[in-house]
DNA sequence: GTGAATGCAAAACCTTTGCAACTGG
DNA sequence: CCAGTTGCAAAGGTTTTGCATTCAC
């Protein structure tokens, strides 16, 4: 079924899930192959279809499952691009992503140590029309609250 | 109803739907005034709890229509945080957005004309763990194919 | 008058949940 | 052995849609 590298980067995929304490079930470890082997950022239902070529009686239950707990910890990112199904990517380098209108491709774009959001460096042909950045962590009110 | 500042505001609301090519519908009127006033980024149905305040017959679909057509035109923004629901912002200048994970409010966070995604300046108290920068556009491929 | 907008309810879409059966450590 | 995981189906939250009615222009 899966002719390439099977030797080499079996394990520690195996491994990867068992250091992070995540229980090395057989679908979770098909889910994660099956992420770690795509570049084009699938959706859960994607991840789902290819996920059964390899093993049939899986559900999509336990490929959401399986998604999450790799998102948690920390072995995929979960890419949001309006309300559409969210996608998964098994990079996990500090990076952005361009969102193409035309085809709805994701692309990863890798931002240099020093590279920040307007004025990133984009491959060649990649046309920018809007940029998006949001910030996560805790507010203002937030923070004083807990000084009480 | 609403007592302050009508004579000023009152005209250019509806101005600047009609502005728009939009047409002037009571509802759609209302849902922007009623936007207009919040600095709190409602959801579509924050939105429309508080529009039936005043017009008690309207529709969460003409809510979502009228949303929808103040995105589309340049009057609105909408904000997505993971898969929540969408979240409304009448305030067009170009601002990024904070989204505190304790309270799970959302500020808006003005970038001054060369403030760029990582480096932003926050308001005093406010602690980031994490910047996401999306980028949207058209991406080499697609560029390709057009020349054609 | 006419095309666009409204309101209602039903459907669609993506994701989560309840629960019994199973299994990895 | 038992907490964690699976699979199924059913429910959940958010948004869209179909369609008859109404309305702005």
Redesign the interface.
């Known amino acids: 079924m899966n002719g390439s590298s099977s030797n080499l980067s079996d394990s520690p995929v195996s491994a990867r899930l068992a250091m992070r304490g995540l229980r090395l079930t057989p679908q979770r470890q098909h889910v994660y192959e099956v992420l770690v082997g795509v570049r084009d950022h699938p959706t859960a239902e994607e991840v789902f279809l290819r996920a059964k070529q390899g093993m049939p009686e899986i559900s999509m239950a336990t490929v959401y499952n399986c998604l999450d707990a790799l998102v948690r910890c920390g072995l995929a990112k979960q890419v949001?691009?309006?309300?559409s199904a969210?996608r998964f990517c098994p990079n996990m380098s500090d990076h952005?992503?361009?969102?193409?209108?035309?085809?709805g491709?994701i692309?990863d774009?890798e931002?240099g140590a020093g590279a920040?959001?307007?004025?990133?460096e984009?491959?060649?042909?990649?046309?920018?029309?809007?940029?998006?950045?949001?910030?996560?962590?805790?507010?203002?009110?937030?923070?004083?609250a807990e000084k009480v």
Chains 1, 2 share one sequence.
């Open positions: 949001n691009v309006d309300r969210s952005d992503h361009f969102y193409c209108e035309r085809c491709g692309y774009i931002n920040v959001g307007r004025g990133i984009l491959p060649r042909g990649f046309e920018v029309t809007h940029v998006d950045v949001s910030l996560r962590g805790v507010c203002g009110s937030c923070n004083d």
